[in-house]
């Protein structure tokens, strides 16, 4: 699944493709996840233009000049497609076409990714804005009894962060993800913040650096220990992998455990 450094690149080259343009028409077709009546997205979207694209947790906004927001979702095998005048795309969820030409198809061969008419606001902070602080994260914590890996994939705790940068950016504060919350110190409360910002903004540079139009597909190869090509950290340590939970969790004992 694309998480926050994925489709802040993506934000970034849609922008550059699509910005200001009115969108001439927009066609659902696979209705399976539709949020919202066809003809209701027609009639607020049609005839706009389009003002920014905002990221907003692990969704992208599409922000119209009327105030409209189309919201989407790429959940985990969603793809984004540009096209010119005819959308090609197999599996197809919606496509949108604007007056120059130029179109946006959103596929997804599972039928899961989702749009969403201006879609409610998220009651979590976002992991890069300034919400996201020493004092609210330390005041979470403190809460929680849960592990420390599991609160941050909580979009209810933190928007954007996902399985794989929730293992880097835990290895690189040195924190077991499977230490407790409310039993981290305040002082690695503050390793564990620096960690995030730290980790999610240089992954974006990393992958515009490296695929620099990207707006679908995921980039991993740069990945500390969430990398399965990787037998070591950058520290030398093995790497470890847990597959508890459903998911796969890779770490080192370099990182602490808080019990």
């Known amino acids: 699944m694309p998480e926050l450094p994925d489709l802040q690149a993506f934000r970034h080259n849609l922008e550059k493709a699509l ?19 066809e003809a209701d997205l027609q009639a607020a979207l049609e005839g706009q233009a389009l003002e920014h694209i905002q990221r907003v947790g692990k969704e992208l906004h599409f922000v119209f000049k009327n ?4 919201g989407m979702h790429l959940m985990l095998h969603g793809k984004l497609y540009l096209f010119e005048k005819k959308n ?9 076409l604007f007056g120059d030409g130029t179109g946006l198809a959103l596929t997804d061969f599972q039928a899961a990714a989702n749009i969403t008419l201006d879609p409610e606001e998220k009651t979590a902070p976002d992991a890069m804005s300034k919400d996201f602080n020493e004092s609210y994260l330390a005041a979470q914590l403190a809460k929680k009894k849960i592990t420390i890996k599991k609160y941050l994939l909580d979009q209810h705790n933190v928007l954007g962060i996902g399985n794989a940068y929730a293992d880097d950016i835990l290895w690189d504060a040195k924190i ?3 230490s407790i919350a409310n039993k981290i110190p305040a002082p690695k409360i503050k390793a564990l913040l620096k960690s ?5 903004e240089g992954a974006e540079k990393k992958i515009l650096k490296s695929n620099p139009d990207i707006i679908n597909g995921e980039v991993r190869d740069f990945m500390l220990v969430h990398n399965s090509k990787l037998t070591e950290s950058p520290g030398g340590a093995p790497i470890k992998k847990d597959t508890g939970g459903g998911r796969k969790t890779y770490y080192t004992d370099e990182q602490e455990l808080f019990e």
């Open 176 to 178: 077991s993800p499977f």
């Open 19 to 37: 910005l200001h343009k009115k969108l001439k028409s927009v066609t659902v077709k696979n209705a399976k996840k539709l949020h919202t009546k």
């Open 88 to 96: 090609e795309q197999k599996y197809t969820i919606v496509e949108l």
């Open 67 to 70: 105030g409209h927001v189309l």
């Open 196 to 200: 995030v910002k730290k980790i999610l």
